[in-house]
């Protein structure tokens, strides 16, 4: 495994803000579910109660990954894990992994209790970590996955 680093993201340092917002619109692969507008809005703290954080990885001083988690507006004590991006040059080390680790560790230490859920084409690292399929069918590549904690 190659050395990087993951932080959550300072919503004050606004370099790294939009850092992390270009890397994900430059490497999203959805722009019309997921345009520059609205990712753009995505990068900015939530209003309480609602939580909004952001992690990101860096290798060789340079930012490789983000990975968001986000209240869901509508159920209660639920959690996304969502624009979950990784350079293609820095693919294959862990980065994204340890993103999801960093967010779930965050999640845990911020709420005493909850469900998370992620639509991924990477079922086998989400059940690695305690997730669950909620459907038996891949839809456009990705499964539903849920996690109660």
Aim: proline residues 3%; aromatic residues 10%; contains cysteine.
């Amino acid at each position: 495994m190659e050395d990087f680093t993951i932080a959550e993201l300072d919503w004050n340092d606004q370099a790294a803000v939009a850092t992390a917002r270009e890397l994900v619109i430059g490497v999203f692969d959805n722009p019309l579910r997921y345009s520059a507008v609205r990712i753009g809005e995505e990068f900015a703290p939530a209003r309480a109660p609602l939580q909004r954080c952001f992690f990101v990885a860096y290798h060789g001083g340079s930012m490789v990954g983000v990975g968001g988690i986000k209240s869901a507006d509508w159920a209660s004590h639920t959690h996304l894990l969502y624009l979950s991006v990784v350079l293609p040059a820095a693919r294959g080390r862990g980065i994204g992994r340890e993103l999801v680790k960093s967010r779930l560790d965050w999640l845990r230490q911020n709420n005493t209790h909850g469900r998370v859920l992620v639509s991924t084409a990477k079922a086998k690292r989400f059940l690695a970590l305690g997730f669950r399929q909620l459907n038996r069918r891949v839809i456009d590549g990705k499964c539903l996955m849920f996690l109660e904690y």
